[in-house]
């Protein structure tokens, strides 16, 4: 024990069940989170950071950056625990983004297991997962896959 004792909470490879819907919890996207996404990114287009401008499109105000939406619902993913020290690394990932997201929308995430292998290195295994984000009225804004490198065993947790 001691104070690099790490007690892992994710699902191990076999736990994850093909076809199964798993839902996080929600979480309203604020004008706070924008201004740090573009911030960070250095993406202050006029359709996130204008409202006289964003008002003159056809989204009608201010939308929410597609990339920020994306980091949101994998910090929803990353608070289940789920993948609490069983996730390894991200393989591909795939996102289409079907609807606009604004200031004070809810989202949350559904990660549906579409497919499952065993990898060539003992200990791993790849998961594909779909991906889907809805907002409060229950519209997919976003949807994609996931494919991630999964370990088999608590041997071989990172």
């Known amino acids: 024990m001691g104070v690099l004792h790490y007690d892992f909470k994710g699902m191990l490879y076999d736990e994850?069940?093909?076809?199964?819907?798993?839902t996080t919890g929600a979480r309203t996207i604020c004008e706070a989170d924008v201004a740090r996404y573009c911030s960070?990114?250095?993406?202050?287009?006029?359709?996130?950071?204008?409202a006289l401008y964003a008002e003159n499109t056809v989204y009608g105000r201010p939308i929410v950056p597609g990339g920020l939406t994306f980091i949101i619902a994998n910090g929803l993913?990353?608070?289940?625990?789920?993948?609490?020290?069983?996730?390894?690394?991200?393989?591909?990932?795939?996102?289409?983004?079907?609807?606009?997201v604004y200031v004070g929308d809810t989202i949350c995430l559904t990660m549906t297991p579409t497919a499952k292998r065993l990898s060539k290195k003992p200990g791993r295994g790849i998961i594909t997962y779909r991906i889907c984000v809805f907002n409060q009225r229950d519209e997919m804004v976003m949807d994609g896959t996931w494919v991630i490198l999964?370990?088999?065993?608590r041997d071989h947790m990172e």
Do not use: H, K
Request: aromatic residues 16%; proline residues 4%.
């Open 150 to 153: 999964m370990a088999t065993d």
């Open 77 to 100: 993913d990353c608070q289940t625990l789920w993948v609490d020290g069983s996730y390894i690394g991200l393989l591909d990932q795939q996102m289409r983004f079907l609807r606009p």
């Open 16 to 22: 994850w069940e093909l076809n199964r819907a798993y």
């Open 40 to 50: 960070l990114s250095g993406d202050y287009s006029p359709l996130y950071t204008n």
